[in-house]
């Protein structure tokens, strides 16, 4: 049994990343970026208008005649004396002859000339050529994840493919045979599987919509048998289930028996402490325990900074915040402890009903309070350290 600081690291150590790929920009929100982007134009490419207005050269002069117009989409570089201005909206070129632009609400205006009431400060209200990024300026780096934002930037330079890395396919295995689909009528002595589902949604929840439920008895030969056809076909295989010690998990030795390599094998931690972690070729196997607590908690320590480290991300793990604990706490049996709580802008609450079958508390909470193995006691009003959780 190791520490959770170890299986960290283990899993850090052994999950490669995906191979790579060329996407439409329009398509790739939630991927990450797998090379640097480099700006192929000026951005503005010229001198624009930042407003509805009139173009000038800045001077003490207050009274301009207008000379020509200026709109969204023209190009015609209007020559301007002293004395001249242009009409000009949110957006047109900015000819070169002017310096400063003069919102519209500031002018008194007829069709031949404008009077400035308020006169701006030069330069004023003109966006210079190259203000966001110039050519040939780095983008976006390597590892950088694309988001609503990125792709309408990546847009306006006018670059529609990308290089990114590919999301793994996923599989989910739900063993145990007193698991009912929810729909199914439930007979007695059987429950409702929840786990298959409720880890779909938090892979969702990284942009992972690449993923296929199976389910199997507890029985050696059928979940060797199952195994031996996910391991060929997916990237990241998650089991719920089967993984403990009971006369009726048989997970950890089908999988041995397909040929997975063991990297470790239960974690000195509450709850989740039997989790198996294994590869074979570039495939990643999380056996997960069945209690639904249980497997969400390993979902967020372990399983999703492995598949943010596969998918090229630059930050894998989830920020961690520090609030004030707001009862005493003692921790009695030397694992490292996640408790779910409620925390606010200063304090955090643990919250009732910890046990590792139950996910109404988990439902309610909003992080992970952490409690290190080898820290027997907290006092109220000590620091302590929070995983805030979707």
Same mark, same amino acid.
């Given at each position: 049994?190791?520490?959770?600081?170890t299986?960290?690291?283990?899993?850090?150590?052994?999950?490669?990343?995906?191979?790579?790929?060329?996407?439409?920009?329009?398509?790739?929100?939630?991927?990450?970026?797998?090379?640097?982007?480099i700006?192929?134009?000026?951005?503005?490419? %010229?001198?624009?208008?930042?407003?509805?207005?009139?173009?000038?050269?800045?001077?003490?002069?207050?009274?301009?005649?207008?000379?020509?117009?200026?709109q969204?989409?023209?190009?015609?570089?209007?020559k301007?004396k002293?004395?001249e201005?242009?009409?000009? %909206?949110?957006?047109?070129?900015?000819?070169?002859?002017?310096?400063?632009?003069?919102?519209?609400?500031? #002018?008194?205006?007829n069709?031949?000339?404008?009077l400035?009431?308020?006169?701006p400060?030069?330069?004023?209200?003109?966006?210079?050529?190259?203000?966001?990024?110039?050519?040939?300026?780095?983008?976006?780096?390597?590892?950088?994840?694309?988001?609503?934002?990125?792709?309408?930037?990546?847009a306006?330079?006018?670059?529609?493919?990308?290089?990114?890395?590919?999301k793994?396919? #996923?599989?989910?295995?739900?063993?145990?045979?007193?698991?009912?689909?929810?729909?199914?009528?439930?007979?007695?002595?059987?429950?409702?599987?929840?786990?298959? #589902?409720?880890?779909?949604?938090?892979?969702?929840?990284?942009?992972?919509?690449?993923?296929?439920?199976?389910?199997?008895?507890d029985?050696?030969?059928?979940?060797?048998?199952?195994?031996?056809?996910?391991?060929?076909?997916?990237? #990241?295989?998650?089991?719920?289930?089967?993984?403990?010690?009971?006369?009726?998990?048989?997970?950890k030795?089908?999988?041995?028996?397909?040929?997975?390599?063991?990297?470790?094998?239960?974690?000195?931690?509450?709850?989740?402490?039997?989790?198996? %972690?294994?590869?074979?070729?570039?495939?990643l196997?999380?056996a997960?325990?069945?209690?639904?607590a249980?497997?969400?908690t390993?979902?967020?320590?372990?399983?999703?900074?492995?598949?943010?480290?596969?998918?090229?991300s630059?930050e894998?793990?989830k920020?961690?915040?520090?609030?004030?604990?707001?009862?005493? %706490?003692?921790n009695?049996?030397?694992?490292?402890?996640?408790l779910?709580a409620?925390?606010?802008?200063?304090?955090?609450?643990?919250?009732?009903?910890?046990?590792?079958?139950?996910?109404?508390?988990?439902?309610?909470?909003?992080?992970?309070?952490?409690?290190?193995?080898?820290?027997?006691?907290?006092?109220?009003?000590?620091?302590?350290?929070?995983?805030?959780?979707?």
């Amino acid at each position: 049994m190791i520490e959770v600081s170890t299986a960290i690291e283990i899993i850090e150590a052994n999950s490669p990343k995906m191979a790579v790929k060329q996407i439409k920009v329009r398509k790739a929100l939630g991927y990450v970026l797998a090379e640097k982007i480099i700006s192929p134009i000026n951005m503005p490419p %010229f001198r624009q208008s930042a407003m509805d207005g009139y173009a000038f050269k800045h001077s003490i002069r207050h009274q301009y005649d207008i000379v020509g117009t200026s709109q969204a989409g023209d190009h015609e570089n209007i020559k301007l004396k002293n004395t001249e201005a242009v009409r000009i %909206f949110t957006g047109a070129f900015v000819p070169d002859d002017a310096d400063t632009v003069v919102m519209q609400e500031d #002018v008194m205006a007829n069709k031949d000339s404008i009077l400035i009431a308020a006169m701006p400060e030069k330069l004023a209200n003109v966006r210079p050529k190259g203000e966001q990024i110039t050519k040939d300026e780095v983008v976006f780096e390597a590892n950088t994840l694309i988001t609503p934002a990125a792709i309408g930037f990546l847009a306006s330079l006018g670059i529609t493919e990308i290089t990114v890395y590919n999301k793994p396919k #996923v599989a989910i295995l739900v063993t145990g045979n007193e698991l009912t689909e929810p729909g199914k009528k439930l007979k007695k002595g059987k429950i409702f599987e929840s786990n298959s #589902v409720m880890l779909e949604a938090a892979l969702q929840t990284i942009g992972i919509h690449k993923t296929k439920i199976y389910r199997v008895k507890d029985n050696l030969k059928a979940t060797k048998n199952i195994l031996k056809d996910i391991l060929k076909k997916y990237d #990241v295989v998650l089991i719920s289930g089967g993984i403990s010690v009971g006369d009726y998990d048989f997970v950890k030795e089908a999988l041995l028996q397909n040929g997975v390599k063991e990297l470790f094998y239960k974690i000195n931690q509450k709850p989740g402490k039997p989790m198996f %972690f294994g590869s074979k070729d570039e495939t990643l196997v999380f056996a997960l325990p069945g209690n639904p607590a249980s497997s969400l908690t390993n979902f967020y320590i372990y399983v999703l900074p492995a598949i943010k480290s596969r998918v090229g991300s630059s930050e894998i793990h989830k920020p961690k915040l520090v609030r004030k604990l707001n009862s005493d %706490f003692k921790n009695k049996i030397g694992k490292t402890l996640f408790l779910k709580a409620l925390y606010d802008e200063t304090n955090v609450t643990i919250l009732e009903s910890q046990s590792s079958a139950m996910l109404n508390t988990f439902a309610a909470a909003n992080c992970l309070l952490i409690v290190p193995h080898d820290v027997e006691e907290y006092k109220k009003d000590q620091e302590v350290v929070l995983l805030p959780i979707e």
